[in-house]
């Protein structure tokens, strides 16, 4: 399934390298072109119900969210997923060693095997990199704003990330159940990484949590605006870990109670860059059935 976006050159050129690939090693293949992101899910259920069916596999050629819809997917029906990278950052991609052009990933799919791989869940919603609720999703949604009109590329991302910390911020009041423990909490922001590369990249001691079976948590104590422009820069040059101002952990699982507006049911959560509503409360942690991507033999294990 390639997501195509606004049917960019770019796109079609991807699409007719996978099809040149497939063709060639006379794989046989469909490849379905979604061009609305909120078509995105629907589409991927329907691929992985037919690859389930017939003994095959589906493959995601788009960015993290795209890859998400989906893992979501294929995690759901058990049949295998495949990658071929077509994002910005694609930190799941980097991660196991999946190659970034699109000929090379395409051709690397001719001798994957399926590799369980380990996935995070928040009420049941698979996330592959990361989950967050607070400040996290509030920048997820600029980002995608100022994408729109600026383009796609990593200056564009830190600048209007720049310009959401510099707006006012609600502090959230949590519940937090881990490991026999309760206890509440103040943060502008609560983030769940299940990718090591993106926790090494920030400088979190807690980035070999995921060799260990486990998820990382990070909390951001109460801080004015320029506080979080100063711990952005932090995680940019690779030292969050060392702020004091820094809460950073790993679990299993943990249950997690917003304190929300009277009538209100669900929470703000952002998943592998896509934000959406999810009744509370919210309960994070490594879904008991592993993922099966599709990986070369010769691939390296992850970094």
Not at 5 to 17: F, L, N, R
Not at 185 to 204: A, K, P
Not at 287 to 301: R, T
């Amino acid at each position: 399934m390639l997501n195509a976006g606004s049917g960019s050159q770019a796109c079609q050129e991807a699409h007719g390298t996978i099809a040149r690939v497939l063709g060639a090693a006379g794989r046989r293949h469909d490849i379905d072109t979604v061009r609305r992101g909120a078509d995105i899910p629907i589409a991927a259920r329907r691929a992985a119900a037919r690859a389930k069916s017939e003994g095959g596999a589906v493959v995601a050629a788009g960015g993290d969210g795209t890859i998400n819809a989906v893992a979501q997917a294929a995690h759901d029906v058990g049949c295998p997923i495949g990658v071929v990278p077509q994002g910005t950052f694609n930190y799941f991609s980097r991660t196991h060693h999946i190659p970034l052009e699109t000929e090379a990933s395409t051709r690397a799919l001719l001798t994957a095997k399926p590799t369980p791989v380990q996935v995070g869940e928040v009420n049941g919603r698979l996330f592959l990199v990361n989950a967050s609720l607070g400040l996290y999703p509030d920048l997820l949604e600029d980002r995608e704003k100022f994408k729109s009109r600026f383009g796609r590329n990593r200056v564009i991302a830190l600048f209007s990330a720049l310009v959401t910390i510099a707006r006012e911020h609600r502090q959230l009041r949590l519940r937090i159940e881990s490991g026999g423990q309760v206890r509440d909490v103040r943060t502008s922001t609560l983030f769940v990484g299940n990718n090591r590369l993106q926790l090494q990249q920030v400088g979190l001691p807690e980035a070999r949590a995921i060799e260990r079976g486990r998820v990382a948590g990070v909390m951001l104590k109460p801080v004015g605006n320029l506080a979080l422009l100063g711990l952005l820069l932090r995680g940019a040059m690779g030292s969050l870990g060392e702020d004091e101002r820094v809460e950073s952990f790993e679990f299993e699982r943990m249950t997690v109670s917003p304190w929300l507006p009277y009538g209100m049911r669900r929470a703000k959560v952002a998943a592998d860059g896509e934000v959406s509503w999810l009744r509370s409360p919210l309960t994070f942690g490594v879904s008991p059935e592993p993922l099966y991507l599709l990986k070369a033999p010769d691939a390296a294990a992850p970094v």
